[in-house]
Every structure is written in structure tokens, then in C-alpha cells.
Nanobody
Framework: QVQLVESGGGLVQAGGSLRLSCAASGRTFATSAVGWFRQAPGEEREFVAG????????HYADSVKGRFTISRDHAKNTVYLQMNSLEPEDTAVYYC?????????????????WGQGTHVTVSS
């Protein structure tokens, strides 16, 4: 079991960039797949991006492909979500989660642990 601490959320203008960080404690994080999800008010939590244990395989939601990049730094036990060309529709609470069984389905139920969430607001 790992503990996840998220940071990097904030308020940005449309077209701007933001980098979210998901820092983990516990060495099992290094062998877990990690996903970023987001949830806007009144909407269901949706998959944004995922990365396997090695960082060699990544998946993205169609809505963010080409704009967002997920990566991980094993030395720092941290997974990042670089968000470029942000749009107002990207406004949401972003969550980091781990999947001990590897990179699989994009549904939240696949993931074992979740961070506290960090707010991202993109203004027009």
C-alpha cells in the first residue's frame, strides 16, 4: 500500500500549461501502474492518462491526447502529468491513483489507492 500526495494544481488561462505531481511513499509504487483521473462538478470521474510500471507504455483519453503527457521518475518516486494547451473543459479536480495489477481498464474500479485530488481551473 502506498500513500499518494498530489500537488501542482491551480488557476491558469486557456492555452497555458500546468504540471501536476503525484509523489508516493512506499517502494511498491515503483511496480504499480499509475493513472490520472479528473472529475468536474456534476460529472463522473473520468480517465485522463495512465502509465505502466516501467514508464514504457502510456495511455491517454482522446480529449487530452497530444496536449497532456504522463511520465514517471523512479528516483523521485513521482508521477507527473504535464498539461499543455489547457482548455476550459479541462477544469476539474484531478486525482492520482495506483493499480497494483498493472495498466489495465480505464475505469476507476481498477485502481487501488487514490490521492486527495488537486484542483485545476482553466479560465477563458
Amino acid at each position: 500500500q502506498v500513500q499518494l500526495v498530489e500537488s501542482g494544481g491551480g488557476l491558469v488561462q486557456a492555452g497555458g500549461s500546468l504540471r501536476l505531481s503525484c509523489a508516493a511513499s512506499g517502494r511498491t509504487f515503483a511496480t504499480s501502474a499509475v493513472g490520472w483521473f479528473r472529475q468536474a462538478p456534476g460529472e463522473e470521474r473520468e480517465f485522463v492518462a495512465g502509465i505502466d510500471w516501467s514508464g514504457s507504455t502510456t495511455h491517454y483519453a482522446d480529449s487530452v491526447k497530444g496536449r497532456f503527457t504522463i511520465s514517471r521518475d523512479h528516483a523521485k518516486n513521482t508521477v507527473y502529468l504535464q498539461m499543455n494547451s489547457l482548455e476550459p473543459e479541462d477544469t476539474a479536480v484531478y486525482y492520482c491513483a495506483t493499480a497494483s495489477l498493472g495498466l489495465g481498464p480505464s475505469s476507476p474500479e481498477w485502481y487501488d489507492q487514490w490521492g486527495q485530488g488537486t484542483h485545476v481551473t482553466v479560465s477563458s
